[in-house]
């Protein structure tokens, strides 16, 4: 998706979605700012989505956090969060939080040889047309 998307795509951390004993890391939160493709990875086994975070996050509200070394920023956050993970986070299953999420299984397993090699090369020349 990097490829294809290019300053559209940006890696980010899944702390900011998830619940913790403090405040969210107003740094973690920030860098959701400005890419339309927000990938977030793994999430630990037992964690739980912040349900305030991720309704405030995908509102499109206005935000205001520190970022570090710095004062507040005001912010919005524009882009479309994806988590890749082997481990789902806990959910509370409201109707605000279903409207929110989209659980897309990944069900086929490339392990033992069973993958192209040469997919990468194959997509590479294919990169103006994948989303056209």
């Not at 493709?37 to 935000?63: C, H, M, N």
């Not at 605000?96 to 659980?103: C, Q």
Request: glycine letters at 10%; hydrophobic letters at 40%; a neutral charge.
């Amino acid at each position: 998706m990097e490829k294809i998307l290019g300053d559209h795509f940006s890696p980010a951390s899944a702390k900011a979605l998830l619940t913790s004993k403090g405040d969210k890391v107003g740094q973690d939160v920030i860098d959701l700012v400005g890419p339309r493709f927000l990938a977030l990875s793994e999430t630990r086994q037992g964690a739980a989505l912040d349900e305030t975070a991720v309704k405030s996050l995908t509102a499109g509200d206005w935000r205001a956090d520190r970022a570090h070394y710095s004062g507040n920023q005001k912010y919005r956050v524009t882009g479309k969060m994806h988590i890749a993970t082997n481990n789902l986070p806990h959910v509370n299953p409201d109707e605000a939080m279903r409207r929110r999420l989209h659980l897309v299984p990944w069900e086929v397993s490339f392990a033992g040889g069973k993958g192209d090699p040469m997919l990468e090369d194959k997509l590479a020349k294919e990169l103006p047309g994948i989303l056209a």
